[in-house]
């Protein structure tokens, strides 16, 4: 059984305190994105008693992207888990998350369930290799991998709360990097955290905003693919949107998303 860190990442947090209130009682990694830049290694006593190890890096970037990606090259331990600040974790979460990859040796990527309001139950009951379309249900705390594994692959900045340009998207197309580089998903129904229910960050509403950068994020993912990505949530998501915005409305707002994201990367 190797070394589990979880990677938090924060916003003008007040406290390196602020952790016990999610229940990480083993290693860290805390991106604290506030006024300051500094980092440094804090040897405490986690909420349960036990001795814990946190990397504290303060900086003044901004970006959740950018905040994960300074996670991962902070971290040293063989497995890490990604986490916001809304997560609170379950008592034995370690012990659960390091078994599975003790089960599972040739997985690089493995998914797990946090409950939430609107998923109150897993996504697939039993294991299973994740695909092109599972990994669209995914998000950002459920993902832990082999830190060895994920060398060749970064967080696009462009993507995710914070960025200038598109404010989702950046777990999937992370996955589908995973994906198109050969590296092994699989999906665990086992549940190792809750989220608090606290307003979102960047979610405003379906809004024109809101698909302009789901099709931004799609033509990331696979400028191809992304013409059946956007038209299968245009259809399949109706009733979420339909009080907001028309589905015509939706998929042009989506398109025009695609465009400019193409558009952006040839310059």
Known sequence: MGKLQVLLSVLNMDSI???DSLKITGDAVVINQCDTD???IINRRSVNGSD?????????????SKSRNEAIKNADADIC?????????????????????DRLPDADIIVFYIKRKEKPKPNYDSLRRMDYFSVLKIFSPEIAFRRESVKDLSFNEDFGAGSDKYIMGEENIFLYDALKKKKKIYYVPVKI?????????????????FFFSRGANYAAMSKPFSHILIWQFALRKTALYRDSISTINAIKAMYKGRAEYITSIKL
């Not at 190890?53 to 970006?63: L, S």
């Not at 888990?81 to 990859?101: A, K, Q």
């Not at 809750?194 to 307003?199: D, F, P, S």
């Open 38 to 40: 500094d980092s440094e």
């Open 81 to 101: 888990i990604l986490c916001d600040n809304d997560v609170v974790y379950e008592d034995n979460y370690e012990e659960l998350i390091l078994n599975e990859f």
């Open 193 to 209: 955290a809750t989220l608090k229910e606290v307003n979102s960050t960047w979610f405003s509403g379906y809004d024109e905003k």
């Open 17 to 19: 305190n602020y952790i």
């Open 52 to 64: 814990q190890a946190v990397k504290y890096v303060k900086t003044k970037q901004r970006g959740l």
